[in-house]
């Protein structure tokens, strides 16, 4: 199966969603003080993922 540009995004929102609940609750405090909400600061982790140059 090929993977569609929602199912990447999907792929990159859920590993970010991992990566936040790995996150010490002070890193989480400082991203909902920057971003206002938890689903900003995903929002920002996944496009900061997606916009990330690969690795070779």
């Known amino acids: 199966m090929t993977d569609t ?7 990159a929102a859920l590993q970010m969603v991992d990566v936040w609940n ?9 991203l909902l003080k920057r971003f206002g909400t938890q689903e900003n600061a995903l929002a920002a982790l996944v496009t900061t993922q997606l916009l ?3 690795q070779p």
Do not use: G, I, M, Y
Not at 5 to 11: F, K, Q, S
Not at 22 to 30: F, P
């Open 5 to 11: 540009p929602d199912t990447a995004v999907l792929d």
């Open 22 to 30: 790995r996150l010490s609750a002070e890193k989480q405090a400082v």
């Open 52 to 54: 990330a140059p690969s």
